[in-house]
């Protein structure tokens, strides 16, 4: 059994690839959109992608590609307490003045701004599909004097020196990620919480849109932890929603979902998963 995740190997998605299930040969990928094509075109069993980051939001490239692409299911969900750490090589540590890039993810970068800008000069920024990846260039050319941001183990696992361990700009910094596969029924298993995700999309220009979306929970007292628009990428001002459903009787969340049906609103069900919050202090 295969499990594509995001990489090169030293990402943040690829410590829940390796903590997920120890049986999966584990597939590194350059992008999250390789990595969910891997599992569409089914030469993997299951991705592993961050869906969502509590400082800089959904990761859209992993939420649409799911909306615009075949039958998905979420078999699980993993929240990762994220420690962003400022890397150099040796070569630079006593020169930090003469610093000029960082290369790391959009969203790292952004959660480290702050420290960039109150320790650093103006940095030319160069995104990368993943902090690995970064962090992989910087450890290989020792000659450019750059920043890697990520995990602290995986720049001294390539011979970087680590200048601050936890460099984002709020103590609390979270993702979440989703393990899917392609076609198969979430194995739904004991945990403290389990969700459901479905992705909506409404007859054209219908009146009282959000109505139709929230009364059907809402009367049912069903707890939504999550809704979101999204472009539907036809023309400006066009949606479809993503909807966390918080799963506590099943059977309330299925007479939901009729009532939209019955309201000519398009349901693409992600399916009913277990949601973990991961915590390394404990
Ligand atoms: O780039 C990584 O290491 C990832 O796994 C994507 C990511 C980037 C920033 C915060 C959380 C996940």
New binding site residues.
């Given amino acids: 059994m295969k499990l594509a995740y ?1 990489g090169p190997e ?5 410590e829940i690839a390796s903590l997920y299930d120890q049986s999966y040969q584990l597939i590194p990928s350059f992008s999250i959109y390789d990595c969910l094509e891997k599992l569409n075109k089914e030469e993997v069993d299951l991705a592993v992608v ?1 869906i969502e ?1 509590s400082i800089e939001g959904s ?1 859209n490239q992993a939420i649409d590609y799911l909306y615009h692409h075949s039958v998905f299911h979420i078999q699980a969900e993993f929240i ?1 307490p ?1 420690k ?1 750490a400022m890397l150099v090589h040796p070569n630079w540590v006593k020169k930090l003045e003469h610093i000029e890039g960082v290369r ?2 959009p ?2 970068f952004s ?1 480290v701004h702050d420290y960039l800008t109150s320790h650093f000069r103006a940095l030319t920024f160069t995104p990368t ?5 970064g962090i992989k260039y910087v450890s290989e050319h020792p000659e450019q004097a750059l920043l890697g941001v ?2 602290k183990q995986t720049g001294e696992n390539l011979g970087l020196v680590c200048l601050e361990e936890d460099a984002q700009k709020t103590p609390s910094n979270e ?1 979440r990620f989703w393990v899917i596969s392609k076609n198969k029924e979430a194995k739904v298993q004991l945990s403290k919480t389990i969700r459901q995700t479905i992705m909506l999309t409404l007859p054209e220009d219908q009146a009282g849109a959000l109505h139709r979306i929230l009364s059907p929970f809402a009367w049912r007292d069903i707890n939504l932890t999550k809704i979101e628009s999204r472009p539907l990428q036809t023309e400006l001002g066009n949606y479809y929603f993503v909807l966390d459903i918080l799963v506590e009787d099943a059977k309330w969340i299925e007479q939901a979902i009729a009532e939209l049906l019955y309201h000519k609103i398009e349901v693409k069900n992600l399916g009913i998963y277990s949601a973990y919050r991961l915590n390394f202090d404990e």
């Fill in positions: 995001l030293g990402s943040f998605t690829s961050p980051n990761v990762l994220i962003q790391t993810h969203q790292a959660q599909t993943s902090t690995s990846e990520g995990l993702t």
